[in-house]
Nanobody, 126 residues
Framework: VQLQASGGGFVQAGDSLRLSCVVS????????LGWFRRAPGKGREFVAS????????YYEDSVRGRFAISKDNARNTVYLQMDNLKPEDTAVYYC????????????????????WGPGTQVTVSS
């Protein structure tokens, strides 16, 4: 399973970006797809996730109401719409696939994810 994220960039505070992540595998299926980020000097942090066969979505508290995760199963693609970006959102953003059924806590845990994309840089200036 290969993932490719795109859509990152350099923006001003208050701007928006839309990240996309395409999963390159025919007949792809999974439990959840997630977005994580790693800011300079910090560990990998959960941002948002969505169940691949359902509609449930989960968000980290600091992005709730500003970010929206969505998916297109026919295109094997997951999106992250990021609005009202803040300098503290600056990070490398990664998409990931969780293959096996898990708990709500599990979909927020990086170690539960099996496949990762290479990441896309998001930089927000003040």
């Amino acid at each position: 399973v290969q993932l490719q994220a795109s859509g990152g960039g350099f923006v001003q505070a208050g701007d928006s970006l839309r990240l996309s992540c395409v999963v390159s595998e025919r007949g792809f299926s999974a439990f959840a797809l997630g977005w994580f980020r790693r800011a300079p000097g910090k560990g990998r942090e959960f941002v948002a996730s969505i169940l691949w066969q359902g509609t449930q979505k989960y968000y980290e508290d600091s992005v709730r109401g500003r970010f929206a995760i969505s998916k297109d199963n026919a295109r094997n693609t997951v999106y992250l719409q990021m609005d009202n970006l803040k300098p503290e959102d600056t990070a490398v953003y990664y998409c990931a696939v969780e293959s096996d059924v898990n708990t709500i806590a599990g979909v927020k845990t990086p170690s539960a994810y099996d496949y990762w994309g290479p990441g896309t840089q998001v930089t927000v200036s003040s």
